[in-house]
């Protein structure tokens, strides 16, 4: 058994989303998670923001854009007029289910309803399709299947025994699909992942069946080992393993969501990330194992305030750090990179909307100085730890770049580097360059 996801971009057009079920071939079950259309939960994130300063009106201009949008998609998608009516209906029932949210008071539960349209539109539409090709099948509604726990975290056993009562029940059924990103919380209620939560609904689904692999299809031919937006001849990795490729979903990398790792790891269950466009190319596999010691890949993260606490009266004093972490708990606000010196601590951050009243508390500790428009360089491999000189190159290429501050020996996968954000594009075609296509150096 398989896990097949397909995000927004693979999706995002009437011939990109027809070419799916070709891509499902074979007798072997296969379970597929579908993210939202390209865009379309952009503009549910547009409405909620309009029902949260009162614009109803707003809202509906957005609700409108949206029905014209997926008028032409499925006017695009069918070309047979008994499938193409009944997506029709589909689709203006969810228009008007829409509308009528925009009626309610705006709480939590309408917000997330709201996001839900998404996956519940693409997966109505894929059902319609698989009808229209005489496809066998079975849909299964996620928060059914997928339930978080008094914590908030997926109820695992749960998941695991829905989806072995659906699998038991329909023997002969070898294609179920679901949405991604959508689930149920504690209470019952309709609740979410977070963006980029399709990823996350892939793996644990796959953990929860120990499936042989899970497959995560997007629009490139697998990781790449630079970023392709800022850096020319960019090329896709063969192999990473998952702490490499944690890493990687962590600082930037946009083909892995951050938290689609750890459920595969735990039940070692390969990654394969493949593209639509280009199917016969191998992709990228994220397994166990290692490949000897390499510099793998490159990723950055933009968005980043650097925070510097100065204190000579209480720094490295008994309880300092815990007083400083627990400020940044408190407001939920998660720290990337960490340094401290004996005058000093300095760390990063990328959320900045609780920054004003964290400084406050943390000038009571100490002098703050804070730095914002920073970007964190990260350069992911194996062992890099054990390789003499694998730090001095990622230095030597960045030597006429000044660097804030380095996060080295946390992790034997990563050096993090903090940068101002208007070097970011010469660090990363430097490291490029000197990392990968420097011949003379063999670091990967």
């Given at each position: 058994?398989?896990?097949?996801?397909?995000?927004?971009?693979?999706?995002?057009?009437?011939?990109?989303?027809?070419?799916?079920?070709?891509?499902?071939?074979?007798?072997?079950?296969?379970?597929?998670?579908?993210?939202?259309?390209?865009?379309?939960?952009?503009?549910?994130?547009?409405?909620?923001?309009?029902?949260?300063?009162?614009?109803?009106?707003?809202?509906?201009?957005?609700?409108?854009?949206?029905?014209?949008?997926?008028?032409?998609?499925?006017?695009?998608?069918?070309?047979?007029?008994?499938?193409?009516?009944?997506?029709?209906?589909?689709?203006?029932?969810?228009?008007?289910?829409?509308?009528?949210?925009?009626?309610?008071?705006?709480?939590?539960?309408?917000?997330?309803?709201?996001?839900?349209?998404?996956?519940?539109?693409?997966?109505?539409?894929?059902?319609?399709?698989?009808?229209?090709?005489?496809?066998?099948?079975?849909?299964?509604?996620?928060?059914?299947?997928?339930?978080?726990?008094?914590?908030?975290?997926?109820?695992?056993?749960?998941?695991?025994?829905?989806?072995?009562?659906?699998?038991?029940?329909?023997?002969?059924?070898?294609?179920?699909?679901?949405?991604?990103?959508?689930?149920?919380?504690s209470h019952g209620k309709l609740d979410t992942l977070g963006?980029?939560?399709?990823?996350?609904?892939?793996?644990?689904?796959?953990?929860?069946?120990?499936?042989?692999?899970?497959?995560?299809?997007?629009?490139?031919?697998?990781?790449?080992?630079?970023?392709?937006?800022?850096?020319?001849?960019?090329?896709?990795?063969?192999?990473?393993?998952?702490?490499?490729?944690?890493?990687?979903?962590?600082?930037?990398?946009?083909?892995?969501?951050?938290?689609?790792?750890?459920?595969?790891?735990?039940?070692?269950?390969?990654?394969?990330?493949?593209?639509?466009?280009?199917?016969?190319?191998?992709?990228?596999?994220?397994?166990?194992?290692?490949?000897?010691?390499?510099?793998?890949?490159?990723?950055?993260?933009?968005?980043?305030?650097?925070?510097?606490?100065?204190?000579?009266?209480?720094?490295?004093?008994?309880?300092?750090?815990?007083?400083?972490?627990?400020?940044?708990?408190?407001?939920?606000t998660p720290i990337d990179m960490i340094s401290t010196s004996?005058?000093?601590?300095?760390?990063?951050?990328?959320?900045?909307?609780?920054?004003?009243?964290?400084?406050?508390?943390?000038?009571?500790?100490?002098?703050?100085?804070?730095?914002?428009?920073?970007?964190?360089?990260?350069?992911?491999?194996?062992?890099?730890?054990?390789?003499?000189?694998?730090?001095?190159?990622?230095?030597?290429?960045?030597?006429?770049?000044?660097?804030?501050?380095?996060?080295?020996?946390?992790?034997?996968?990563?050096?993090?580097?903090?940068?101002?954000?208007?070097?970011?594009?010469?660090?990363?075609?430097?490291?490029?360059?000197?990392?990968?296509?420097?011949?003379?150096?063999?670091?990967?």
């Amino acid at each position: 058994m398989k896990v097949f996801k397909f995000g927004g971009t693979s999706l995002g057009t009437p011939e990109r989303f027809g070419k799916i079920p070709g891509l499902l071939s074979g007798e072997e079950k296969k379970i597929v998670v579908l993210s939202a259309i390209s865009g379309t939960t952009d503009q549910l994130v547009r409405i909620n923001a309009c029902l949260a300063q009162e614009d109803k009106q707003g809202a509906g201009t957005v609700v409108n854009e949206l029905e014209r949008f997926y008028s032409k998609f499925i006017y695009s998608l069918f070309d047979w007029t008994p499938f193409y009516n009944q997506a029709r209906l589909f689709v203006e029932t969810r228009i008007l289910r829409l509308r009528g949210l925009l009626e309610r008071s705006f709480v939590r539960e309408v917000e997330n309803e709201i996001l839900a349209q998404g996956e519940l539109l693409s997966t109505g539409l894929f059902r319609c399709l698989l009808l229209a090709r005489g496809e066998d099948f079975l849909y299964l509604y996620a928060p059914d299947i997928l339930h978080k726990n008094t914590e908030g975290q997926p109820d695992m056993e749960y998941l695991r025994r829905a989806l072995s009562k659906s699998i038991t029940q329909n023997p002969a059924t070898t294609l179920f699909i679901t949405q991604g990103f959508i689930c149920s919380n504690s209470h019952g209620k309709l609740d979410t992942l977070g963006r980029g939560g399709s990823d996350f609904t892939a793996s644990l689904i796959g953990a929860a069946l120990e499936v042989d692999e899970i497959q995560i299809w997007t629009d490139v031919d697998g990781v790449h080992n630079n970023d392709p937006r800022w850096v020319e001849e960019t090329r896709p990795i063969p192999e990473l393993s998952y702490d490499e490729a944690d890493e990687l979903a962590y600082f930037g990398a946009k083909v892995l969501h951050p938290a689609c790792v750890f459920p595969a790891k735990q039940r070692n269950i390969p990654i394969r990330i493949k593209n639509t466009l280009n199917p016969e190319a191998p992709g990228t596999l994220v397994h166990e194992g290692r490949k000897g010691s390499s510099i793998k890949a490159v990723a950055v993260k933009g968005g980043i305030t650097a925070v510097r606490i100065r204190s000579a009266r209480m720094l490295m004093a008994y309880g300092f750090l815990r007083k400083v972490f627990e400020i940044f708990e408190r407001y939920e606000t998660p720290i990337d990179m960490i340094s401290t010196s004996e005058v000093s601590v300095s760390l990063t951050i990328d959320d900045n909307s609780s920054l004003g009243q964290i400084v406050q508390e943390l000038k009571e500790l100490g002098v703050v100085e804070v730095d914002e428009n920073q970007t964190i360089v990260c350069v992911v491999g194996d062992f890099m730890a054990e390789k003499p000189g694998m730090v001095r190159i990622v230095l030597n290429a960045l030597r006429e770049i000044p660097v804030r501050m380095i996060s080295y020996g946390g992790s034997m996968n990563n050096v993090s580097l903090l940068l101002h954000e208007q070097d970011k594009d010469k660090a990363l075609r430097a490291l490029h360059h000197h990392l990968f296509l420097n011949r003379e150096i063999h670091v990967n």
